[in-house]
């Protein structure tokens, strides 16, 4: 029967009853599919089918037997409030590590959390919490130079990270299951949707939560904080780097230290007044930045996500020894037989986010302004999806923009599908503005556009967005353009008959050019 597992794919889903015989065409009734649910029914080839297809299951996920069950998910500080979340996620960790479990037990690895000798540890300050992650680094060998990837560590060490998206005020949280042979599997579960530095915190916060005892709730999470900050920004090394006292640092030392050691400009601030590196008033007038830049949620110069990618290479490498068919490989990775056959051969993408262009203006703006080379030098690199390139650029100054640095990214099929439900929603975009969004949101890039209604809808996906403004105080920072060469490239588009820019920031910004006078 396919009852826990059909009831599983639907709380994945996030679907009721309902919602399913919705998404079904009305084949069946939510009675029916209930039924299904408590074993008291099973359906025809036809609506498995159609089950299969509506919750994005392979039938074969249907059908077979449960391997594991899932001991408990630690919500802490009710961040997921309401029951159907908490469902939803307790469903795709199941799913998740049940399909990881079972490739490691077709290639007969064995991989399972060990802590390091003498942990778990009681901590009852935050000077323990400090100390444990010195012995952490020490048992582990890692030394004091930054840890390059987090997540591929941890799952050497038997941690199976799983990526999935959550509410934005949810950063991760602990999860076990028990396997069929009664033995326990740890897993993370991390926001896939949230910056590579959030990630790496919340990896490392969790890790703490796995190690540390503490006396109560409060306090075990003020010392995974303080077990955080210091297993990314190990004492000596940031002494060494930033000096042992330090009565002013700059925003942008910030941000240097953030792609040395991988931690966001905020935890490195918050790293140095816990060690009295800064001072108090200090870090108060550092966060008052943070805040009036509206940095405080996301941060520019983003670090690349670090999303888990040992279960796929242990795919690749039980389909490459023949442990399993190509069709039982594509539904362990969620994808077609067809797909996965034609990937083979193919590099793939790499998660390095970019500055995400979606219409032509934002370059003529760019351009117009004499700052086109300049936004060319960025950290970040300048994209665009390849219908607009096609469409727009291909024939004309496309060729030119390529050897400046610009990229030109594609959809998958998934993607693709996304981008249709956008145009969908709002007849107000463009088919290049549906593609730019996609690969937004599915590739955690920035976008660039000054177009309210692809503003509107990029921010009910919560996709950062921003417009040519926002690129010149990037220009700014980046020290790639004098104030004098901002404020004559602001000009010019200022007196431009068709400029659209928001003219209470654009004052703002002519004025503080001005300066330079």
């Given at each position: ?154 799952e050497e060490k038997g941690v199976k990270i799983v990526a999935v998206p959550l509410a934005d005020r949810v950063s991760g949280v602990n999860a076990r299951v028990k396997k069929a042979d009664g033995k326990q599997v740890q897993a993370i579960v991390l926001n896939s ?325």
């Amino acid at each position: 029967m396919i009852g826990p597992r059909l009831k599983l794919a639907r709380a994945a889903a996030g679907l009721s009853l309902r919602d399913l015989e919705s998404r079904l065409g009305n084949l069946v009734t939510a009675q029916a599919i209930g039924k299904y649910e408590r074993d008291e029914m099973m359906p025809g080839s036809e609506v498995l089918i159609a089950l299969a297809r509506a919750l994005d299951v392979s039938e074969d996920y249907l059908l077979r037997a449960e391997s594991v069950e899932l001991v408990g998910v630690d919500f802490r500080k009710q961040k997921l409030t309401k029951s159907k979340d908490k469902a939803r996620v307790e469903a795709q960790v199941l799913a998740a590590v049940e399909r990881y479990i079972e490739v490691e037990d077709l290639l007969a690895l064995k991989s399972s959390w060990n802590p390091p000798a003498g942990f778990p540890r009681k901590v009852t300050d935050l000077a323990d919490a400090e100390a444990a992650a010195a012995d952490v680094r020490k048992a582990w060998k890692l030394g004091i130079d930054p840890i390059s990837n987090l997540t591929e560590f941890l799952e050497e060490k038997g941690v199976k990270i799983v990526a999935v998206p959550l509410a934005d005020r949810v950063s991760g949280v602990n999860a076990r299951v028990k396997k069929a042979d009664g033995k326990q599997v740890q897993a993370i579960v991390l926001n896939s949707e949230h910056q590579g530095e959030r990630q790496r915190f919340t990896l490392a916060h969790e890790l703490g939560h796995l190690l540390l005892v503490a006396s109560s709730d409060e306090e075990a999470e003020k010392a995974c904080d303080r077990f955080a900050g210091a297993l990314l920004l190990p004492v000596e090394v940031l002494r060494r780097e930033i000096g042992q006292r330090r009565t002013d640092i700059s925003i942008r030392e910030l941000f240097y230290l953030k792609a040395a050691f991988g931690a966001s400009a905020q935890a490195v601030a918050f790293r140095c007044a816990d060690l009295g590196i800064i001072s108090p008033a200090l870090k108060t007038e550092i966060f008052k930045i943070f805040g009036k830049n509206n940095w405080r949620r996301k941060e520019p110069a983003r670090i690349p996500r670090e999303l888990p990618t040992r279960f796929q290479r242990l795919c690749l490498r039980a389909l490459s020894e023949e442990v399993i068919s190509s069709s039982k490989a594509a539904e362990l990775l969620g994808t077609t037989t067809r797909s996965l056959l034609a990937s083979l051969d193919k590099a793939p993408t790499l998660a390095m986010p970019s500055l995400l262009v979606s219409d032509t203006s934002v370059l003529i703006d760019l351009e117009r302004a004499n700052l086109l080379q300049a936004a060319f030098k960025l950290p970040t690199p300048m994209a665009v999806p390849d219908v607009l390139y096609e469409r727009e650029l291909k024939d004309s100054n496309g060729p030119v923009l390529i050897t400046l640095g610009l990229k030109v990214l594609s959809l998958d099929s998934v993607g693709v599908a996304i981008a249709q439900t956008y145009v969908q929603r709002s007849a107000a975009i463009s088919v290049p503005d549906a593609f730019a969004l996609a690969l937004a949101k599915v590739g955690g890039h920035t976008l660039l556009s000054g177009d309210g209604a692809l503003i509107k809808l990029a921010q009910q996906e919560l996709v950062e967005c921003h417009g040519v403004l926002w690129l010149f105080d990037c220009v700014e920072q980046a020290a790639l353009s004098t104030l004098a060469q901002l404020r004559d490239g602001l000009e010019a588009l200022a007196s431009h008959p068709r400029c659209r820019l928001p003219r209470a920031a654009l004052d703002e910004r002519l004025a503080r050019y001005r300066t330079s006078r």
